[in-house]
């Protein structure tokens, strides 16, 4: 499993300022990154993997977003065109990304993953703010510089607003004389 130490040791080698932030109390999921650093959650990043069916075919997709502004499924089924797409289950986030499931941090995700970053989480940050995210651990954060960290993504901007529903269009009662 990665960790802070191997996420630490990467973003040395690419000369990328940033701090391991030690918490004062274990995590059991980024969702708690916010309470637990008093942090603005749309300054909080978490990596969400969903589990996308297109014709029968099954493949992981990981959104990054902000804590508590996951997107729909359907949005990403939407995005992608899937027939089906729902949460992954915590094996398959585990097998896939090589973090702890609920900790998995956006950097050091496998090449062969489909990445998309929400474009609401890269809007609502200015790129000097320093944003948190998970380590894989559950004693540590990663403070980073946003621009840095979009830079570093290797994932797709995506619009995952969830989906608005068709509006519904009147139509005339066929029995209806003018």
């Given at each position: ?83 089906r797409v729902s ?63 979009f830079s570093l ?26």
């Amino acid at each position: 499993m990665k960790d802070a130490l191997a996420i630490h040791r990467w973003l040395l080698a690419h000369q990328i300022h940033h701090e391991i932030v030690r918490l004062p109390r274990p995590l059991t999921c980024a969702d708690e990154l916010p309470e637990i650093l008093d942090a603005p959650a749309a300054r909080c990043v978490c990596v969400t993997v969903f589990d996308a069916v297109t014709r029968g075919v099954a493949e992981p997709v990981a959104v990054v977003g902000a804590v508590g502004a996951a997107p729909a499924p359907s949005a990403v089924a939407a995005l992608l065109g899937a027939d089906r797409v729902s949460a992954a289950s915590a094996f398959l986030v585990n097998s896939v990304t090589d973090y702890a499931a609920g900790l998995v941090c956006p950097l050091l995700l496998p090449d062969g993953l489909t990445v998309l970053v929400d474009r609401r989480l890269a809007d609502g940050v200015h790129p000097d703010e320093s944003v948190y995210t998970v380590t894989g651990e559950r004693r540590t954060a990663l403070r980073i510089r946003a621009r840095h960290l979009f830079s570093l993504v290797a994932g797709d901007s995506a619009d995952l607003a969830t989906p608005r529903p068709r509006a519904l269009t009147t139509l005339g009662s066929p029995m209806r004389t003018a």
